[in-house]
């Protein structure tokens, strides 16, 4: 009888640059049990990660080493364009789940046809581990879909500094059939660092974003 695995299958893209907490983090993912992961680990910076690294010989990671320096965006498309699982999840470095968060964020809308994307709360901490923020997001920042016309009205939201952390797609998981990984491409090529929030609007028009009042997210802010 064969065995059919009933995990979420997700695609995690982890840009790396120079960070001393690398080991920690992709351990911290690969401590999620319940989600049948697939991890691109990206080097963008030109010194490698030692062969020999625990980590590297997981089945589940894929090393890529860049030869120069590509930057964050350059780094997070292509990872973007190797994933193939039904959810993704764009990460860095300096981010951390609790346990089980990726299940936990995936559940709502997994066999769900009504949502695109699930996001969760989550907390900035420096590296002494104490809170520094804590980004409470709601329902109200991804909840559009009334006033998609309105197009220069959310888009101001989204652009504004103040809400810089919570309309994002970082935190998020995507179902990869509404990630237009093109368009993914075009859209930081054109709008650079604010390309995040529009290609989050952009989704937006026309599908449901699910939140989760959970707080699932650690990111370590370096000193």
């Known amino acids: 009888m064969k065995i059919v695995n009933t995990k979420p299958e997700l695609s995690v893209v982890v840009a790396h640059y120079k960070s001393k907490r690398i080991k920690k983090v992709i351990n911290n ?35 890529i080493q860049h030869k120069k320096n590509l930057g964050p965006l350059a780094t997070f498309n292509e990872g973007v364009k190797m994933s193939k699982r039904k959810y993704i999840l764009i990460s860095s470095d300096h981010d951390f789940f609790k346990k089980d968060a990726l299940q936990k964020i995936i559940k709502p809308i ?3 046809k009504n949502y695109a994307a699930s996001f969760s709360n989550f907390n900035l901490i420096n590296e002494r581990g ?14 559009y879909m ?48 604010n390309a995040d929030r529009i290609f989050v609007y952009d989704i937006i028009q026309n599908n449901k974003i699910y939140y989760l ?5 650690t990111a370590i802010i370096h000193s």
Request: proline share 2%; no cysteine; glycine share 2%.
């Open 130 to 143: 104490q809170i520094l923020k804590k980004y409470i997001r709601s329902s109200d920042h991804f909840s």
């Open 110 to 112: 997994d066999n769900n």
């Open 29 to 63: 993912l690969l401590s999620m049990k319940k989600v049948n992961l697939e991890i691109f680990l990206i080097n963008d910076h030109i010194e490698p990660i030692k062969k020999n690294t625990s980590y590297l010989k997981d089945k589940r990671v894929r090393y």
């Open 213 to 217: 009042k959970d707080t699932l997210f």
């Open 146 to 193: 009334g006033y998609s016309n309105n197009f220069f009205r959310a888009l101001k939201f989204y652009l504004d500094p103040e809400h810089s952390g919570k309309a994002v797609f970082i935190y998020s998981v995507f179902k990869t059939k509404f990630f237009d990984k093109e368009k993914f491409y075009q859209f930081h090529k054109k709008y650079g660092l």
